[in-house]
Nanobody, 124 residues
Framework: QGQVIESGGGSVQVGGSLTLSCVAS????????VGWFRQTPGEERNFVAS???????YYADSVKGRFTISRDNAKTTSYLRMDQLKPEDTAIYYC??????????????????WGQGTQVTVSS
């Protein structure tokens, strides 16, 4: 079975930047979509950004223009660059990979493999 491990979370001040990384030990990573989701206590896990196997990207409106998703298939790794961070970006961030295509990559159901999450805290 595949394994997904996120890293790079931490605490940052408003306006700062962080880059999250996600290493997926999934043999089909290069033909899978990769997505980032986030969750706060008592809330659902919400879509943040995704990139299909064809490198088509999708972003939640709340992060568009501030976050950038990328992937390195040779390293089976995805990155989420987060700039201009706001307190409302505080959450646990999860990486996932799976056979989602196109806009389905914005849905949790499109993914088979999930990481354990990494905490991001933005303080003023």
């Amino acid at each position: 079975q595949g394994q997904v491990i996120e890293s790079g979370g931490g605490s940052v001040q408003v306006g700062g930047s962080l880059t999250l990384s996600c290493v997926a030990s999934v043999s089909k990573f290069s033909i899978y979509a990769v997505g980032w989701f986030r969750q706060t206590p008592g809330e659902e896990r919400n879509f943040v950004a995704s990139m299909t196997w064809a490198n088509v990207t999708y972003y939640a409106d709340s992060v568009k223009g501030r976050f950038t998703i990328s992937r390195d298939n040779a390293k089976t790794t995805s990155y989420l660059r987060m700039d201009q961070l706001k307190p409302e970006d505080t959450a646990i961030y999860y990486c996932a990979t799976g056979p989602a295509s196109g806009g389905w990559s914005q849905r949790r159901g499109g993914y088979d493999y999930w990481g354990q999450g990494t905490q991001v805290t933005v303080s003023s």
